[in-house]
């Protein structure tokens, strides 16, 4: 059992910065591949990013490559987004998941476990 909680959210102008942290319960955080999602209003959630358990590998939606990059601290339970030139289509709730499996996916269903995701809303 993985619990996950989302912070860093908050309100930014169109081209500012913001981090967000997921911090994990439990001893297997670094078994998991993560992942973060997010869900714009009237919209399906999607796919973000991804990391794979040692963090060797990344995954990134190509509407937020160049700009956000997911990163992870197994001595700290933590994986981060860090986002960059930031844009109003930005805006969503972002969740962090977790994948006990070995592949980095951009699969909803592929993910066990959820945060209960942190507000991101930029302005023009």
């Known amino acids: 059992q993985v619990q996950l909680v989302e912070s860093g959210g908050g309100l930014v102008q169109a081209g500012g910065s913001l981090r967000l942290s997921c911090a994990a319960s439990?001893?297997?955080?670094?078994?998991?591949?993560m992942g973060w999602f997010r869900q714009a209003p009237g919209k399906e959630r999607e796919f973000v990013a991804g990391?794979?358990?040692?963090?060797?590998?990344?995954v990134y939606a190509d509407s937020v490559k160049g700009r956000f990059t997911i990163s992870r601290d197994n001595a700290k339970n933590t994986v981060y987004l860090q986002m960059n030139s930031l844009k109003p289509e930005d805006t969503a709730v972002y969740y962090c998941?977790?994948?006990?499996?070995?592949?980095?996916?951009?699969?909803?269903?592929?993910?066990?476990?959820w945060g209960q995701g942190t507000q991101v809303t930029v302005s023009s």
């Open positions: 439990g001893r297997t955080f670094s078994s998991y591949v």
């Open positions: 990391i794979s358990s040692s963090g060797s590998r990344t």
């Open positions: 998941a977790a994948d006990s499996r070995i592949l980095v996916r951009t699969i909803e269903a592929s993910y066990d476990y």
